[in-house]
């Protein structure tokens, strides 16, 4: 262990076991810091990687009682199959401890209900009511009355209604989906029972403590700006969202049964719990102490309090790296809310109470964030995937058909990093075949099969051919390369990362290409300079294969470790160093198995054909476990099926849009929306009309000015925090992660429709 590697805690997003792992929640949540862990690892960093199963709160007792089942069945049944679906995806929860000691950390997929988490969460509470952080307060809430006259407290997501901010419908009890709001339950218009519509429900009093986050106001300000050039922009744009409306006291308790008790031996307090959300986000100090407690205690050399390592600020100052992997409708409880418990928790551990003042860690507390690399949503079909929707490609099935890595390649390639993304099935095909297999595996597969036809030696067939004054030139190029790969994911820009890893195949397919080195093979004479320089080439495909099974280790585990053995490499890819992807002097080694390619080409008709088997089968439209949807046909009682990833529009509702020419006049900033312009455009009106547009991370103001742009003129107006937006501009990716508006380039007069 070398004296500069850092203690490095990858905390990732506790997943409901309510249900199945979708595509959304693996590119939003659980891929990202998987590929983080390997890079970290092979850095040669120690890594410590924390997560589980969120097993309290009301997604798990909604569908216990939409299931007729306990809420541990639930739990139970959805924590088993999640944790195998991510381990059969090549998410590292495995080994517990890293496989070069407990030294260098390892990895922990915990459940919320473990003993531990419950006793430790329960100790958190006492100290931190002890320390005069907690108020108990009055506060209003839907109550259901039964026909029996007998009824029960709603908590947030047994109901529904009309968002209070954007006017939604469909909005939980808690925060709208449509525009990420949250608010108390009693905000909601038009409220519903979630499981009984037809019932009554009235608003009550009911005690509840709140949390001070009051109290910790300036030193979260002071901490956000401190982020500001390391947060990515929709971290910066939430916190600040929430840090402008002044933070107020939060319940921490709530009326449900299925949750941790509170530790109060008042009977007042019967049938209350502690609230999901004060208890799930302590869930990674929690993991880490249990990892240490039953894992690494006779194997660390600080035993069951190894993981302070992780945690705790050391005496000279030095702080572990703590990197929080979520989706962005969770950056607020990780950069607000689960910093101000940390403080707190700080605050309460050196003896002090609430009328003294907060301050930011120092030597000896817990550790705040160092970074939330928080992502977008991953769509599907345009609409955002959901569990309590089953509207979702689940992980599961997806697996039992195709290759892990295709689909981490994927999910990498159209990573949601600053914008959201699509998961459709043309284009997951057509991505595997026309780049994973054409440039990356075709290259590998080219080395291989041209290497077989060499004369073999003992070290291998390509050993002698190498020259130094030849490959320098390709030596140079892939150190460049490292370096961008290496800045990249350092930067969580793992779109970028993998880009380039793209690239260095790509180069390689070019070497061999410029090389010919066929041309030489037929004759055998490799005298001459030309065939010398050739060989050489071909040889140092070589290198460039072993370079790419390391560098593309933390995206494709499976293939490079495949790859890995086909250049004749010994053990794991994963436990090689990092910087051995650019040894020059590695001697050169071949393996005599069978040559086959890293990857088989699909086939998009096979899979369509598969996925529509899937809807006609009726015996498996309920299970959970399948990847289609069914829908209703507007204007027909008729149930029709859709693919999931496609979505057909009848030619009569495409016939409803209508497509205008317009001009843009002027573009201002959305006084209340960090992320959105006010567009004013020329529609050829005498009024014109104004549309927000999200386009604040792709264009300067003056770049848009004057632009004549495509829009939807019939799109019907609805209000984006506080501003009416009268229609939608076009606009496109350009696989490069930026967005761009889709123009005019002629003069066309204004409100021309565009057919």
């Known amino acids: 262990m070398t004296s500069d590697s850092e203690h490095v805690l990858i905390c990732v997003a506790w997943p409901y076991a309510n249900g199945p792992l979708h595509l959304g929640h693996v590119a939003g949540c659980y891929l990202p810091p998987d590929i983080q862990a390997r890079f970290e690892r092979a850095k040669g960093n120690r890594v410590l990687m924390v997560s589980g199963s969120d097993e309290h709160g009301t997604p798990i007792t909604v569908s216990a009682e939409q299931e007729g089942v306990s809420p541990q069945e639930i739990v139970d049944k959805f924590h088993k199959i999640n944790k195998k679906a991510l381990l059969n995806l090549g998410c590292s929860w495995e080994p517990t401890i890293d496989s070069r000691g407990a030294e260098y950390g390892g990895a922990l997929f915990n459940r919320t209900t473990h003993l531990r988490h419950k006793e430790i969460v329960q100790e958190n509470f006492v100290k931190l009511m002890e320390a005069g952080l907690f108020e108990r307060k009055t506060m209003q809430q839907y109550y259901e009355i039964n026909s029996d006259g007998d009824g029960r407290f709603l908590p947030d997501r047994y109901v529904e209604g009309e968002c209070p901010k954007c006017g939604a419908d469909g909005a939980r009890g808690d925060q709208c989906d449509e ?339 066929w041309k030489y093979m037929k004759s055998g004479d490799y005298s001459s300079d030309l065939a010398r320089k050739s060989m050489s080439d071909l040889s140092f495909g070589w290198r460039i294969c072993r370079f790419l099974a390391i560098v593309a280790q933390p995206f494709l585990p499976f293939s490079s470790q495949r790859l890995w053995e086909n250049i004749g490499q010994s053990g794991d890819v994963s436990q090689v160093s990092w910087h051995s992807a650019i040894d020059w002097e590695e001697p050169m080694t071949w393996s005599n198995g069978k040559i086959e390619p890293l990857f088989k080409r699909l086939d998009l008709d096979e899979i369509m054909a598969h996925e529509q088997s899937l809807i006609s089968n009726k015996e498996h439209t309920t299970d959970v476990g399948h990847s289609v949807k069914g829908g209703k046909k507007k204007g027909s009682g008729k149930v029709t099926n859709e693919v999931e990833g496609i979505t057909y529009v009848d030619f009569n509702d495409f016939m409803k849009v209508e497509l205008k020419v317009g001009k843009i006049i002027s573009v201002e900033d959305h006084p209340n929306a960090d992320k959105l312009y006010v567009v004013k455009l020329d529609d050829g009106t005498d009024n014109g009309r104004t549309i927000c547009a999200g386009l604040k991370e792709y264009y300067q103001p003056n770049e848009m000015v004057n632009k004549s742009v495509v829009f939807v003129a019939n799109l019907k107006p609805r209000p984006l925090r506080g501003i009416t937006s009268e229609g939608m501009m076009l606009a496109a990716d350009d696989n490069n992660g930026n967005v761009v508006l889709v123009t005019i380039d002629s003069d066309i007069k204004t409100g021309s429709t565009v057919r």
Not at 298 to 324: A, C, F, M, Q
Request: proline content about 5%; hydrophobic content about 35%.
């Open 179 to 517: 525009c990420g709001a949250t608010y108390e339950s009693i905000e909601l218009l038009n409220p519903k029972s979630k499981m009984n519509p037809d019932a009554k429900i009235e608003v009550r009093d009911t005690d509840h403590f709140f949390y001070r986050l009051d109290l910790f106001q300036e030193c979260l300000e002071n901490h956000a700006a401190d982020k500001q050039k390391l947060w990515k922009s929709n971290v910066r744009a939430m916190t600040k969202q929430w840090l402008d409306m002044g933070l107020r006291p939060r319940a921490v308790t709530r009326d449900l049964s299925w949750g941790i008790p509170l530790p109060l031996d008042d009977e007042e307090w019967n049938g209350k719990c502690v609230y999901v959300w004060f208890e799930a986000v302590q869930g990674y100090n929690t993991c880490a102490q249990i990892w240490s407690e039953e894992y690494a205690k006779d194997l660390h050399p600080d035993g069951v309090d190894s993981w302070k390592n992780w945690w705790h600020i050391s005496e000279d100052g030095k702080t572990p790296r703590h990197l929080y992997f979520l989706g962005k409708d969770n950056i607020p409880f990780h950069t607000v809310i689960w910093p101000a418990l940390i403080m707190g928790l700080n605050h309460a551990n050196n003896g002090k109470n609430a009328t003294q003042m907060i301050t930011l860690p120092n030597s000896g507390d817990l550790a705040l964030e160092h970074n939330v690399p928080a992502m977008e949503y991953l769509m599907l079909s345009g609409g955002q995937f959901s569990k309590s929707r089953k509207h979702a490609v689940w992980l599961p099935s997806f697996l039992e058909r195709f290759d892990p890595d295709t689909l981490r390649y994927y999910l990498s390639i159209n990573m949601p990093e600053n914008h959201d993304t699509d998961f459709n099935w043309p284009d997951f095909v057509e991505k595997i075949n026309s780049e994973l297999i054409a440039a990356y595996g075709n290259f590998t597969h080219r080395v291989m099969t041209l290497g077989s036809r060499l004369p073999m030696k003992t070290s291998g067939p390509f050993t002698g051919f190498e020259v130094q004054e030849f490959s320098r030139v390709h030596q140079n190029k892939l150190e460049d390369s490292f370096k961008s790969i290496t800045e990249s994911l350092q930067q969580h820009r793992y779109k970028e990362a993998l880009r380039t890893v793209m690239t260095v195949s790509q180069y390689g397919n070019q070497i061999i290409q410029a090389a010919e080195p």
